[in-house]
């Protein structure tokens, strides 16, 4: 059975991909390489021993799509990663965001449609819970209001996806809601590769440890948390991995839309995650406290219960492994790829 996987090529796809291939799926992988590159198949490959099906192309281009769907029948379902993420460019780039990742998946969703296939896993993300209603974050906690555009895609994109399953019931649609995804492949060889400053904690400690940056900013040390700083449910990207393919097992029961948060349930703030890295990797992260980052919260972590209950899935790597395996990434690939 194959599997067309969006995005495959970037930071949660290659892992994606990679337990796909471990699990006897055949992924199939469509990406613009916008945010990528294309070192990644050799790597997935190495891991592996399988090189997947690569087509280098925007999911906005119908006629590509028509003939991926043409040229590979056997495709049953779709993981949905492509898309633009980076939350300040979205502020300032409004149009370019909800035209790659909106009208990308309408392009996408339409051509499943055409092809017949009926079957979507979602990327969305803890940033629909807006500042969250109540902590754990469970499923049934409101979607809130959004503080960016690329906020407003994943939200918009859950309620397109939902609807679509509303009006034709051949439809099966899992909403994926991933919590912070941090961590790489244990091989040490793939993992998150941001283009420029990055924007995200982790990519940012470990380029600081790395020597590439020579101190963290920690935005905020007044939040109402243990020690003032932004508390956050932190996730093994290969963790991650596997959740989707516990919802392609999913699927097959003709689940009709399903909605799983993925998270590990734990909340860590920024200092604690400055001193897990420390032990982890023997580098000292020097920082100094600036101030709150427009539009961050407090404080967000999962109730993932439902995922265990009804995936049977649940994170087994905690903070020590993600710290080290992404530090494992970034002292052996300090350039990326
Ligand atoms: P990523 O940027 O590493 O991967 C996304 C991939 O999609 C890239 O390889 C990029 O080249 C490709 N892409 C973008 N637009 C495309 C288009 N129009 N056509 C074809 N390919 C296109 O990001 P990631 O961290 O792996 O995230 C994957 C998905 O998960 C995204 O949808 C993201 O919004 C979502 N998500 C990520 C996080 C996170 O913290 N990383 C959290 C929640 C949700
Ligand atoms: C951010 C996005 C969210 C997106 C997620 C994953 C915002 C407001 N939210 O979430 O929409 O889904 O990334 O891509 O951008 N921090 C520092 N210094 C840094 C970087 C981060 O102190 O240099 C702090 C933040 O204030 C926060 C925590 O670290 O408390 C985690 O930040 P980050 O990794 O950017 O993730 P989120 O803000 O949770």
């Not at 349930?265 to 101030?291: C, M, N, Q, R």
Request: include cysteine; charge should be negative.
């Amino acid at each position: 059975m194959s599997i067309l996987v969006t995005g495959g090529t970037g930071y949660i796809g290659s892992h994606t991909v990679v337990e796909l291939q471990n699990a006897g799926f055949e992924a199939i992988i469509i990406d613009n390489l916008s945010n990528s590159n294309p070192e990644v198949l050799n790597r997935i490959e190495a891991i592996t021993g399988k090189r997947p099906k690569f087509y280098e192309a925007d999911i906005r281009d119908k006629e590509a799509l028509k003939k991926i769907f043409a040229e590979n029948p056997d495709i049953e379902s779709c993981i949905h990663f492509a898309g633009l993420k980076a939350v300040g460019e979205s502020v300032s780039k409004p149009l370019e965001y909800y035209n790659n990742n909106i009208y990308g998946t309408l392009c996408l969703v339409e051509a499943m449609r055409d092809a017949g296939v009926k079957n979507i896993v979602f990327s969305s993300s803890a940033t629909i819970y807006g500042d969250p209603a109540f902590i754990p974050i469970t499923e049934k906690c409101p979607k809130g209001v959004c503080t960016n555009p690329y906020g407003w895609t994943k939200s918009m994109l859950e309620q397109i996806l939902s609807d679509v399953t509303v009006a034709d019931k051949e439809w099966n649609v899992i909403l994926l809601r991933y919590f912070n995804p941090i961590g790489a492949h244990k091989s040490g060889t793939m993992g998150e590769n941001p283009s420029g400053i990055p924007n995200n904690l982790m990519p940012y400690i470990t380029q600081v440890a790395v020597g590439k940056r020579d101190h963290l900013n920690v935005f905020g040390n007044d939040y109402d948390t243990h020690d003032g700083t932004g508390v956050r449910d932190y996730i093994h990207v290969v963790d991650l991995a596997i959740g989707h393919v516990k919802a392609l097992n999913k699927i097959k029961e003709n689940c009709g839309l399903k909605i799983y948060n993925l998270g590990t349930g734990h909340g860590y703030s920024v200092l604690d995650i400055v001193k897990a890295f420390e032990e982890a990797s023997g580098v000292k992260i020097p920082y100094e406290i600036t101030p709150r980052r427009p539009g961050d919260i407090a404080t967000c972590y999962a109730d993932a219960s439902l995922a265990k209950k009804e995936l049977g899935w649940e994170a087994q790597y905690g903070i020590k492994e993600m710290c080290e395996d992404s530090w494992r990434w970034q002292k052996n690939n300090p350039e990326g790829y």
